[in-house]
């Protein structure tokens, strides 16, 4: 009898083939001769290894080592479980590289020297890492079961093809997902916590289905991609899985902003595709960890509501679906979100959203609940509508809610704010007797003075003499002595300026005065002069002082300087000076006098 070494990372199946061709007869032949079935050989069993070492010369040690053994429908490779599926040993796959060597090794007996590597029938392994080539497959030989397995008669059946194959070597060097295989089989776990805490043929399917529905779409089959395409995918699965946690996010991510809208009661597979459909179905428990940690990551980012199902229903969303916003706070969603969306709680492109982010729907309904319209806030402070739009006006209530970001709402107000400003009133109301005091309304007529400038002075407590009438609601209630309020109106001698004195000062026009003053270029105030309080701006004479020392008209700096026109035009341009404030606004031309005078300097 003649024999074969066992050679490095053989197959038993391979040594089995080989042994049978040094002795000119099949394996399937061999095996009978030796009492067993080729079969046995097969499944690894402890009765064909103890034959082939006894037959062969070779360390059972050895053999056991290099057995693929049957568990169930699954096979064992170095300590691997994979899936008869994806450890392809009835398809004839090879290194083109790998059997020239082979074919090289003159030590070896003629008609001897290829050899099948354990390997090569790993599906998610394209590439030869000895050679940097693609690992040819020509699919399962023509031949019954369990001949096929038998190397040597595979590679007879399969002679033409296997010939075209190796005149032609397509080179490429092995992706980090096929090292990280390599590694696998040699028992190091140095890939990140998700790819280290699956067995090795669940980490390299999930890269691949990662990497499918990142390259080529979520609705995907594998079975529709070529070798080529499946290697691209299984790589780019890898470099976001072996990133851990923040690498998954990664993937997520770009999952996520493929989709134009979610609705807040999506499902997995409409976000994830094939991949969550695929592992949906998978119960291994080594997945759990995987599918909760896109569960979670998927609630945290997404508009989900507990109406949402991606790989269960969460307990606990930052979202709320319209039912959970009509059970919780009995107002119509979509005038929930209308309203968040004015008060910028919510972004625009989600007012027709089927759901509302929870801590805007509490605070948006929060609002809402203490919302009152303008009649009705007219009403609570105890006034009529037209005076509450003046009080409104002089910016003394603010709304709560009104239009914004494209909604048009009508105005609302707090109906605590309201409240809370009529009771701080009431509480400087001392006077217990109202005698000789009038209602607000009443001192209005007897002083000609708004009724927001009498609540103005009531909330700056500038009134000391405060009765209350409590028969009456609101603002209606409080009375005052009109004395006081013309009192704490009269002007102060201060020796402000009037806008004509003002005007002359600058030697400027009417119209570029007022423009000043309504601009707030030059500051003034309003105040009101008795009998009848009519209203007069002045300037004061600090405000003058800055302003004239600061800025000079055109003409101002024509008298003042005592310099011709003419050289006054040429120092403003060869220096280029702007006026100080908008011509086409204001229609007079002002300059800032330093710079004014140091350019007349420079042309003297």
Request: include cysteine; charge should be neutral.
């Amino acid at each position: 009898m003649l024999y074969v070494p066992l050679l490095d990372q053989e197959c038993l199946t391979s040594f089995c083939a080989r042994f049978a061709a040094a002795n000119f007869t099949t394996a399937t032949e061999l095996c009978l001769d030796m009492g067993i079935r080729f079969q046995n050989v097969v499944d690894g069993s402890d009765e064909a290894i103890e034959a082939l070492a006894e037959y062969g010369r070779v360390a059972p040690e050895r053999l056991r080592q290099s057995a693929v053994r049957g568990v169930g429908g699954s096979v064992n490779v170095d300590g691997e479980v994979f899936a008869r599926k994806n450890y392809a040993r009835t398809r004839l796959r090879f290194c083109p590289e790998c059997f020239r060597e082979d074919d090289r090794s003159a030590d070896r007996m003629p008609g001897t020297r290829r050899y099948t590597r354990r390997i090569w029938p790993i599906r998610f392994l394209r590439t030869c890492p000895q050679h940097s080539c693609r690992i040819v497959d020509l699919g399962v030989p023509p031949l019954s079961s369990p001949r096929f397995h038998d190397f040597m008669e595979a590679q007879e059946a399969m002679y033409d093809d296997l010939e075209d194959a190796m005149a032609i070597t397509s080179s490429r060097s092995p992706s980090g997902f096929e090292l990280f295989l390599l590694r696998r089989l040699r028992a190091v776990r140095d890939n990140g916590p998700l790819l280290d805490a699956m067995p090795l043929e669940l980490a390299a399917f999930v890269c691949e289905l990662a990497g499918v529905s990142d390259l080529f779409g979520a609705k995907t089959a594998e079975r529709s991609l070529d070798e080529d395409q499946l290697w691209a995918a299984g790589q780019r699965g890898y470099e976001y899985l072996s990133a851990g946690v923040p690498g998954l996010h990664s993937y997520l991510d770009v999952m996520h902003s493929r989709l134009s809208a979610v609705r807040c009661d999506v499902g997995g597979q409409k976000i994830y595709g094939r991949f969550y459909t695929i592992l949906k179905d998978h119960e291994n428990p080594a997945l759990l960890g995987l599918k909760r940690e896109i569960h979670d990551y998927a609630v945290r980012v997404l508009p989900l509501s507990g109406d949402s199902e991606v790989f269960g229903r969460p307990s606990s969303t930052r979202y709320l679906s319209e039912k959970q916003l009509r059970d919780q706070f009995a107002i119509r969603p979509g005038h929930m979100r209308k309203m968040a969306v004015a008060a910028g709680l919510l972004d625009p492109s989600e007012i027709a959203a089927g759901a509302m982010p929870r801590e805007v729907a509490s605070s948006i309904a929060a609002s809402l609940s203490d919302a009152v319209l303008p009649a009705q806030a007219a009403e609570l402070i105890g006034v009529n509508y037209t005076v509450f739009k003046s009080l409104r006006r002089a910016g003394l209530f603010s709304p709560l809610l009104s239009s914004g970001n494209g909604v048009a709402a009508r105005e609302r107000f707090s109906r605590a704010a309201l409240l809370a400003f009529v009771d701080e009133i009431e509480r400087t109301a001392e006077r217990l007797s109202i005698d000789g005091l009038d209602s607000i309304i009443v001192a209005c007529k007897k002083t000609s003075v708004k009724f927001s400038e009498i609540v103005a002075l009531l909330q700056q407590k500038r009134l000391k003499v405060i009765g209350w009438n409590p028969g009456q609601p609101g603002l209606a209630a409080v009375m005052i002595d009109p004395a006081e309020v013309e009192e704490a109106l009269a002007p102060c001698d201060n020796g402000s300026l009037q806008v004509e004195e003002m005007k002359a000062k600058l030697v400027t026009s009417n119209e570029a005065i007022s423009v000043l003053l309504r601009g707030g270029y030059l500051r003034s105030t309003v105040e009101r002069l008795p009998p009848r309080f009519q209203p007069r701006r002045v300037i004061s004479r600090d405000d003058a002082e800055i302003f004239t020392l600061t800025y000079v008209s055109f003409l101002g700096a024509e008298r003042e300087y005592g310099v011709r026109r003419k050289d006054l035009r040429m120092a403003i341009q060869r220096y280029g000076l702007e006026p100080a404030f908008p011509v086409d606004e204001v229609r007079v031309s002002f300059y800032v006098r330093e710079k004014l005078e140091a350019a007349l300097k420079l042309v003297r």
